[in-house]
């Protein structure tokens, strides 16, 4: 999820001890305090910093009820709610639910919008806690209609993208226009004045001699503005057609039609903003790719789309030069989890055999391990990065060995199976070994059992005991996690129930 957009860049007054609460921009220094003492503590204490985080929050909370139409006091709430929420590091540290969590920011981003429907800012994060709602929403067993209500919120997220973008090509204009002015006249100074005035948010003047005083300085709307904002709305709209894939029965059957429009309008939008702006364009083209290759998958599994043209406009879409995939690990790794999701897509369709689709996906998942392999190559790699291609080359060696039991029975993935398995454990066994999230590392060193499990198996005969004895944890987390490889087909179900 993009990063929360910065509201305001405030200019601290002299720090002091302690602050006397008798103003807004008392309370508004008490919480910025609180707010650094969390930023220096989060990489050592996560504890600590989100301690100092929701001291910020309930003093922010506080100067609300003293001063409740502060748009600063709000605005910063709000935030920081959203980082609470939304930052890993801080997610883990939460008491509470995390929808809990999300639905106390997305209230506090409303009140903002009561204050200030207009603030670009304030469109943006709310839409960004819209996403993450529906996020948690789509795919949960615990919310009857999930993938429907993620739909529909996903939807008010893009619109509020919508609303912020038309405010900020307003504000654009007004400064191109303000600006032209300025140098017709010659003069200078007034310019310079132009250009700190046009701004996407609100400024207060204040005097900035005054010693504790509080003076906000915002940002000009740019071509880059612009394309942030754009970008943001692409990858809404790539999580809506994510979320319609797995359930094509939760929209209307026009939903692909109205996608498609959206889409387009977008593409074009971010192609005018991105003219002079060459060092955006590889990643506007990964997030075009990684659109296509969702609606793609969407239009295939609610039979709008035939397999030919998803893989060949799949195949074009991460083809598109500006890509520059091969110093690329993030467009490498984007293009192998498109090819892992094609496959998937092959695996699921009630149309066709199984038979007849199993030399496409073989080479599906040959060509995933490849852009992965090619990945974890490119100079400068980062860790994360590289714990993703061992993952993901995991899960693609695991898909070739499922495909030498039935139904497939994929005659080169019969004679390599034994060679897949204990390529897929090697590569789990890395993933785990290389990755920070304790979920994911101990996600990776099951399936580095099961791989080995699946190995013994294709060799003979293997007991089942041996991947709940290898398990990190409990048999009803390992239960639940065999039980979620056999739905994505990593595993034959026979193999395991």
């Given amino acids: 999820m993009p990063k ?8 601290k007054p002299k720090p002091t001890k302690e602050h006397t609460l008798d103003t807004a921009d008392n309370f508004q220094a008490a919480g910025v305090d609180f707010e650094e003492a969390a930023g220096k503590w989060r990489a050592g204490d996560a504890a600590k910093s989100m301690r100092f985080f929701q001291r ?3 003093v922010y909370a506080q100067g609300l009820v003293k001063f409740p139409q ?3 006091l709000a605005y910063n709430k709000a935030r920081v709610q959203l980082e609470i929420a939304t930052h890993p590091i801080l997610v ?4 509470q639910p995390l929808r809990n969590a999300l639905e106390e920011a997305l209230a506090s981003h409303r009140y903002v919008l009561q204050l200030d429907p207009d603030s670009a800012d304030a469109l943006f994060n709310t839409s960004q806690v819209l996403t993450s709602i529906a996020e948690d929403l789509a795919g949960s067993e615990d919310d009857e209609g999930g993938d429907a209500q993620a739909l529909k919120i996903l939807h008010e997220a893009l619109d509020l993208q919508s609303r912020c973008l038309s405010v900020q090509e307003h504000t654009y204009q007004e400064f191109l226009e303000q600006e032209h002015l300025a140098n017709q006249q010659g003069d200078a100074a007034d310019s310079q004045e132009t250009v700190t005035a046009a701004s996407d948010g609100h400024a207060h003047q204040g005097d900035a001699e005054e010693e504790g005083e509080w003076f ?4 000009p709307v740019t071509h880059d503005t612009l394309i942030d904002t754009v970008l943001a709305q692409l990858g809404t709209l790539t999580t809506f057609c994510s979320i319609l894939s797995s359930s094509p029965e939760a929209a209307p059957a026009h939903t692909m039609s109205w996608v498609e429009e959206r889409s387009a309008s977008l593409v074009q939008k971010v192609q005018e903003f991105s003219a002079d702006q060459p060092a955006r364009l590889q990643e506007i083209a990964l997030a075009k790719a990684n659109l296509v290759s969702t609606m793609l998958e969407a239009g295939y599994r609610s039979a709008k789309v035939d397999v030919e043209t998803y893989k060949r406009e799949r195949d074009a879409a991460f083809a598109a030069p500006d890509l520059r995939l091969e110093t690329s690990p993030e467009g490498l790794i984007a293009n192998a989890r498109s090819l892992l999701a ?3 897509a092959l695996a699921d369709a009630e149309n066709g055999d199984a038979q007849s689709r199993s030399t496409l996906r073989w080479n599906v998942l040959t060509a995933s391990i490849a852009n992965l392999k ?9 860790q994360e990065d590289l714990a993703t291609t061992h993952l993901l080359r995991g899960d693609a060696s695991l898909y070739l060995c499922a495909m030498a039991f039935p139904p497939v029975l994929h005659q080169t993935a019969k004679d390599t199976a034994a060679q897949n398995c204990k390529n897929a454990a090697v590569y789990y066994r890395n993933a785990s070994r290389l990755g920070q999230d304790k979920e994911e590392k101990d996600i990776s060193s099951l399936k580095s059992a099961v791989a080995e499990y699946l190995q013994a198996y294709s060799q003979g005969g293997a007991d089942l005991s041996l991947i709940f004895n290898a398990s990190p944890r409990d048999h009803g987390w390992t239960a639940e996690q065999l039980e979620d490889m056999v739905a994505e087909k990593l595993v034959p179900q026979a193999l395991l129930f």
Avoid: R, T
């Avoid at 929360?4 to 200019?11: C, G, R």
């Avoid at 883990?92 to 008491?95: P, S, Y």
């Fill in 342 to 344: 094609l496959n998937s």
């Fill in 56 to 58: 910020a929050a309930d």
């Fill in 92 to 95: 883990d540290q939460l008491q």
């Fill in 70 to 72: 502060s748009i600063d």
């Fill in 4 to 11: 929360p957009k910065a509201f305001l860049k405030q200019a």
């Fill in 374 to 382: 090619s990945a974890s190559a490119v100079q400068g790699v980062s």
């Fill in 216 to 219: 906000n300085v915002v940002e």
